[in-house]
């Protein structure tokens, strides 16, 4: 199923006393660009985050947002460092008896100078933090997945009818460009009979001039690659998901084909119909730039 890249999940798991959410949210990229925010006590598992997501995803701006609680009584441990609280109240007590100050140091204000208290806290086992943490991605990545085919099938619906008046402008143009030759042969004798009167016209001069009129307006294989890359664009969107890049391709071929349609018409219908066909081909485009 196609899947857009435009996408939102979340998920929020208690294990062991430790709280896991993580949200999700992403937008249209080229590639798969992951920004990922972790707290300090889960930075260890960035990498591990990482892999996990491209399991999922293959392309989009992804904004990744991992909350952690740990919800079990403290474990830290309050360390007292008597070296170096000593070595702070010796060299207070030098400097005011070199100055001839007064040495007003308390023990409170001893207390405060740095390191001298240090809260040592327990290290959590970090296999333990991925497996609560892996069910709480997992559980994001899935809903992320699930919005994302629900938006890729919305995609669909709005891409089919669109490919479909592609096939209606091209058969248009098909039709109409027989009908072009014929009308420039009957002008063109028209103006010869004008100019020569009675005379009779060259024939085979005619059919020649006529013959290379219609050579040079020839669209018979834009109109052949354009009715396949319609119909491949239609089978692709009704096949698997990640076919974002093949489909972006084909409109630039669609493209292509259009605009040498264009340049190669003296009619004024089949201009306007090119043009038609180049609008529409270009909101195609900018829809699939959505997809992944």
């Not at 240090?118 to 959590?124: A, G, K, Q, V």
Request: with cysteine.
């Amino acid at each position: 199923m196609v899947r857009s890249m435009t996408g939102f999940g979340r998920a929020e798991v208690t294990e062991n006393n430790r709280k896991y959410t993580v949200e999700l949210k992403s937008v249209n990229h080229r590639y798969l660009d992951l920004s990922v925010k972790l707290p300090r006590a889960l930075s260890a598992l960035e990498g591990n985050v990482r892999a996990e997501i491209k399991k999922y995803l293959s392309r989009g701006k992804v904004d990744v947002y991992i909350y952690y609680e740990n919800l079990s009584e403290s474990t830290a441990e309050l360390k007292y460092n008597r070296e170096l609280a000593g070595k702070y109240a010796s060299f207070v007590k030098e400097i005011s008896e070199e100055f001839g100050v007064e040495n007003d140091l308390r023990a409170s204000r001893l207390a405060s100078f740095p390191d001298v208290f240090e809260l040592i806290e327990e290290n959590d086992d970090e296999d333990e933090l991925w497996m609560g943490l892996k069910k709480a991605l997992d559980g994001a990545c899935e809903k992320m997945v699930e919005a994302r085919k629900t938006e890729g099938a919305n995609l669909v619906a709005d891409l089919i009818p669109k490919l479909d008046n592609l096939l209606t402008i091209v058969d248009f143009i098909k039709e109409r460009s027989p009908k072009i030759v014929d009308e420039y042969r009957e002008k063109i004798y028209a103006r010869v009979r004008e100019i020569l009167g009675d005379n009779t016209p060259d024939e085979g001069r005619l059919l020649t001039e006529v013959t290379v009129f219609a050579d040079k307006i020839c669209v018979d294989e834009e109109i052949v690659r354009l009715r396949s890359h319609i119909e491949t664009m239609k089978k692709e969107l009704s096949g698997d998901s990640d076919v974002g890049r093949k489909l972006d391709f084909i409109a630039q071929e669609m493209n292509r084909e259009a605009n040498t349609t264009l340049s190669k018409t003296t009619d004024l219908e089949i201009s306007n119909k090119g043009i038609e066909l180049k609008t529409e081909i270009e909101k195609i485009r900018e829809q699939i730039q959505n997809i992944e």
